[in-house]
């Protein structure tokens, strides 16, 4: 490729709008440009580096006998309200009508409609099993898209679907995947960890999650350093602390703490410590809703209450999945806190509360603690469970943390943040029940097919990718991902015909050879070249100018190393054959 007949698109100035260093380096290398918020153009550099992506994960797929198929990006309405993720799937769900009134959504995920492939096409539990897939676009109407391509609206995707006569022969496919992707993400040269998984709006029981390490991550993975255990802290449980619960000393009673709002304020006003403050969180009990998400029942709205230690944190996932909570948690609002409890956030507690009420593991240890009074400015001092609060439930509720104990028994958890580029999932017969996809076993009896779904973030893996692998000068590319292998700076082309026919006799010679080369033939000036060539990442450079070439030698470069050598202009060749295995 020459640059001058190419669309470089490089940026000198750094993009305000990105916060993350991917997001801005896809900008400033050119690779991406945005056109509404989370809807972005690939630009040529970006499409090349996306296309090697493309490639590797094809190759793994095929290898484990997964076949390629393409479905519609639209989708009638109907396959969801089959598969009741119409309304459950909330607000992402893109929901639009065509000209004669049909309802349609632009497809965040394909369960419905190949489960409706599945269900039309196979016939016999001889098919099976069967594990389609595709590499096609995805809308998702975040409340957030940020961090660019990391969290888009709309992106690209390769999600398979696995079919199956048994939960064995699941297993097996999960297994192919699992190791498909693990193949995928170290050909990619990328440093990743497989985690426990929750299986969120996709449903089914078991999940592995796929996750870059890098500081720019959105999720938090907790690992042993003692065993293999790791998972999305959405998932990391949090065992029950050992010690025995301290006694009930004096009797409760109230303490001021006028315009305290905060468990640490209300410590620095009771002269506690933190840990010894209850946290109490009140959110909605679960109610009954219609197709379209409204509530049905008329009863009065009913609020749970729960409860942590004043210095941890409630984790929202583990929460949901207690049963009798909206799922996803919704917070009660102040209004409905009010009128419920005759209080305010900041000054609720278990003592008298008249709704549900969850202790966390580690809560429940708490004696002699302080928690709100359910009225304006007091609290409460010296509460203690079964004496003042008769009636509660325990359960694990909160974020694990740095040093806790891991959950196998095996070490101590640590956190880190990362990526989520994949996720394999269990569905089992979650769609294929509810779509009616059948077949028949070997007794003749007809029985739902048991299903596996895998997803990888097509664009997003670019982006954790340039998130480990850049430096001040640009982006770093792991070999498989690099948008050309080689590139070719001429000084001063257009002053020196011994400068342009080297550089067009080497550039000529690696196309040849089928090496993707970039010829920057701009006769700009000489930082300019370097620095855009840095910025793109392009692993190995020759540089030509004259005053080298008079020594009949031209300069080479290394992006990774930085290392420069001068080679004899006859050996260039062989030299970059052998630096790329040609
Ligand atoms: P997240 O938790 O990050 O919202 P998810 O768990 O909802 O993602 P999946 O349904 O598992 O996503 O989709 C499979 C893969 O698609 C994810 O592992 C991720 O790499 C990618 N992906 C999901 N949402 C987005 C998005 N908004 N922008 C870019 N990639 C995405
Ligand atoms: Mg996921």
Redesign the pocket.
């Known amino acids: 490729m020459r640059t001058s007949r190419y669309l470089l698109a490089t940026l000198k100035e750094n993009p305000v709008e990105a916060v993350v260093v991917s997001h801005r380096l896809m900008l400033r290398a050119g690779l991406i440009r945005q056109v509404a918020s ?1 809807i972005y153009d690939w630009l040529p550099t970006g499409m090349r580096v996306l296309s090697k992506v493309e490639a590797i994960i094809r190759e793994e797929m095929n290898k484990k006998g997964a076949i390629e198929i393409s479905m519609p990006v639209v989708q009638p309405a109907e396959l969801w309200h089959e598969s009741g993720r119409y309304v459950k799937y909330g607000p992402e769900l893109c929901r639009l009508k065509d000209r004669k009134q049909n309802e349609f959504v632009l497809g ?2 394909h369960e419905e409609v190949v489960t409706a492939i599945a269900r039309n096409e196979i016939k016999s539990a001889r098919q099976l099993p069967l594990n389609l897939y595709q590499i096609q676009t ?1 809308f ?1 109407d ?1 409340v957030r ?1 940020r961090f660019g ?5 709309e ?1 690209i ?1 390769k ?1 398979a679907y696995s079919f199956h006569v048994d939960h064995a022969s699941l297993e097996q496919t999960y297994q192919d995947m699992y190791d498909a992707y693990s193949a995928v993400f170290t050909r990619l040269g990328l440093t990743f960890r497989a985690v426990e ?1 929750d299986t ?3 449903g089914g029981n078991h999940s592995h ?2 996750q870059v390490l890098a500081d720019a991550g ?2 938090t993975i907790a690992y042993s350093d003692a065993s293999d255990y790791a998972a999305n802290i959405e998932m990391a449980e949090a065992l029950a602390p050992q010690e025995e619960r301290g006694a009930p000393q004096d009797p409760y009673s109230k303490a001021p703490t006028p315009g305290c709002h905060t468990v640490d304020e209300a410590a620095g006003a009771l002269n506690i410590p933190s840990d010894n403050v209850l946290k109490s969180l009140v959110v909605h009990a679960a109610y009954e809703v219609d197709e379209d998400g409204k509530r049905v029942d008329d009863k009065p709205l009913e609020l749970v209450m729960l409860c942590l230690r004043g210095n941890q944190e409630l984790n929202e996932i583990k929460a949901a999945k207690l049963g009798g909570i909206a799922d996803p948690i919704e917070f009660a609002t102040e209004e409905e806190i009010a009128a419920y409890t005759g209080a305010h956030p900041g000054s609720l507690g278990p003592v008298d509360f008249k709704g549900r009420i969850i202790f966390d593991r580690a809560a429940e240890k708490m004696s002699n603690f302080a928690c709100g009074a359910n009225e304006d400015g007091y609290h409460f001092i010296n509460v203690n469970l079964d004496r003042d609060i008769p009636k509660y439930e325990v359960a694990d509720i909160r974020n694990v943390e740095e040093g806790d104990p891991s959950p196998d028994g095996k070490g101590t958890l640590h956190l880190r943040k990362g ?5 394999v ?1 269990m569905l089992g017969t979650k769609y294929s029940e509810a779509m009616g996809a059948t077949v028949t076993d070997k007794n003749g009896k007809n029985i739902p097919m048991e299903m596996g779904c895998y ?3 097509v ?3 670019v982006a954790a990718a340039i998130e480990q692998h850049h430096d001040d000068k640009g982006i770093v590319w792991p070999d498989a991902m690099a948008p050309f292998t080689v590139g070719i700076i001429a000084l001063g082309l257009g002053k020196s015909e011994e400068v342009k026919n080297a550089a067009e006799k080497l550039y000529k010679e690696l196309e040849d050879l089928g090496v993707e080369v970039l010829y920057d033939d701009r006769d700009e000036r000489a930082g300019v070249m370097f620095s855009d060539m840095e910025l793109i990442g392009v692993p190995h450079v020759v540089v030509i100018g004259a005053k080298n070439l008079a020594n009949g030698q031209v300069e080479y470069k290394n992006r990774r190393t930085d290392a420069r050598e001068n080679v004899k202009v006859e050996d260039i060749l062989a030299f970059i054959k052998e630096k790329i295995g040609r």
């Open positions: 989370g965040p995920t995805k998702r975040e898209p391509v990391m969290r888009g609206r992106f995707m999600d998984a969120g709006s996709i999650e796929f959105e999720d990526i989520e580029v994949g996720q999932f997803g990888i973030g664009t997003r893996v």
